[in-house]
């Protein structure tokens, strides 16, 4: 892969974005391989371009009100409130998961079947890593409102993007925002959709296959890669009435991604990013209710008591999977692979790891945003200093199944 190639394609999917700013680590080391930056994009216009929306849904209902004989149905009304809105600039909240997770040591012998090394490398085709806000974002909306717990006015949150990068060069992008076209859902009801705009992604780059061993992943042997996305956003708030609601999930968004040899360049890359007004090549589904914001009472300067709904806090989740399928060629050469993998298998002193995970969570006043960083390693990789360094608070956990986490 030629650096300058990848340096372009990816400036060119930064412009497309209107130059959101990505957090930088300085704490870089070989690990960080595997590390992930996911984005949560906000907007400083998304609220005007919804009151400009609403104001065609009331200009549509009230000639429909005034000549309902002129035949505005449900098809001009679809056409009209679809019609493409550039994307919005945005400051951008990042939390980083750095780490790998070690796999039980791959322990063959002479004696093993082919049952056996089949059922080893079936396992190797999933991989998982899931991603979280350290604490819940406070901020849904730039303001607070008197109006009501689902005033949209301010809404701030705009998306989300998530990041991976070897060295300089960038190995895996996705970046979706709120969909422009269907802004009448957050009128009508108090719904949002997501819009894939920007994605790059190489299997070879993967994390498959998911095994302790320095495997490359091939088309030859293995088929059907598929990067499969699951988002979740969470909230809590307060009613007038003083019910609470505790981390409810309000949103789910699912994004299957199948990539196959035919879609790769030379370099082994698939790289996509969405003309402004068309609709995307890969789908999201699923949807999400705008955040409830949180009630609350207060008394002004003359001692009146009156409402007020907060800017509405929410936390969200990423889990990000990677699953292929063998060929059977592969199967057929199994002998082969097998010799293969005896000549890599760790030797003596090959022990699992006990795992740690560190984190913290940041406010960046100059950037506008929030930065979450997550650091998982071998326990004897996160010293006291680096823990320190970072002001983070550490977590202990034994090992996992999983490579590269």
């Known amino acids: 892969m030629k650096k300058s190639l990848i340096t372009a394609i990816f400036f060119?999917?930064?412009?497309?974005?209107?130059?959101?700013i990505f957090a930088q680590n300085k704490y870089a080391t070989p690990l960080h391989d595997n590390e992930y930056q996911t984005f949560i994009y906000t907007s400083n216009t998304l609220s005007n371009e919804i009151m400009q929306e609403n104001d065609i849904l009331l200009e549509l209902s009230e000639m429909h009100e005034e000549n309902a004989t002129r035949g505005?149905?449900?098809?001009?009304?679809?056409?009209?409130?679809?019609?493409g809105k550039s994307i919005a600039s945005g400051y951008i909240t990042s939390f980083i998961d750095l780490g790998v997770n070690a796999l039980a040591s791959l322990a063959t012998r002479n004696s093993r079947l082919e049952k056996e090394w089949l059922e080893t490398v079936e396992k190797e085709n999933s991989w998982t890593m899931s991603l979280s806000t350290v604490d819940e974002i406070k901020d849904f909306y730039s303001v607070s409102s008197t109006e009501g717990a689902l005033d949209p006015a301010g809404i701030k949150f705009d998306g989300i993007g998530c990041l991976r990068m070897e060295g300089e060069d960038t190995v895996f992008f996705i970046s979706c925002h709120i969909d422009r076209s269907k802004l009448y859902r957050i009128i009508n009801?108090?719904?949002?959709?997501?819009?894939?705009d920007t994605l790059i992604i190489s299997p070879e780059h993967s994390n498959l296959p998911n095994s302790i061993l320095p495997l490359d992943f091939s088309f030859d042997q293995r088929r059907d890669f598929m990067l499969s996305i699951d988002i979740g956003i969470y909230s809590s708030w307060y009613t007038e009435l003083i019910e609470l609601h505790t981390d409810e999930q309000i949103g789910h968004f699912t994004i299957d991604i199948p990539v196959n040899p035919s879609d790769l360049n030379h370099d082994g890359f698939l790289r996509y990013i969405r003309n402004e007004r068309e609709p995307s090549r890969y789908k999201i589904s699923g949807e999400s209710f705008i955040v409830p914001r949180s009630y609350t009472g207060y008394r002004d300067r003359t001692g009146r008591y009156r409402q007020i709904w907060g800017t509405g806090q929410y936390r969200m989740t990423i889990d990000l999977n990677e699953t292929c399928r063998l060929t059977e060629q592969f199967k057929?050469?199994?002998?082969?692979?097998?010799?293969?993998?005896?000549?890599?298998?760790?030797?003596?002193?090959?022990?699992?790891?006990?795992?740690?995970t560190v984190s913290n969570q940041k406010w960046d006043e100059i950037g506008?945003?929030?930065?979450?960083?997550?650091?998982?390693?071998?326990?004897?990789?996160?010293?006291d200093k680096l823990i320190e360094t970072l002001d983070m608070s550490a977590e202990t956990k034994p090992a996992v199944s999983n490579k590269r986490q």
């Open 12 to 20: 060119t999917a930064i412009i497309f974005l209107e130059t959101p």
């Open 72 to 83: 505005f149905g449900l098809d001009l009304l679809s056409a009209t409130l679809n019609a």
């Open 189 to 196: 009801h108090s719904k949002f959709e997501l819009i894939l």
């Open 332 to 356: 057929n050469e199994w002998k082969q692979d097998f010799k293969y993998r005896k000549s890599l298998e760790p030797k003596t002193g090959f022990m699992p790891s006990v795992w740690q």
């Open 368 to 383: 506008q945003k929030w930065i979450i960083t997550t650091l998982s390693a071998p326990a004897d990789v996160i010293s």
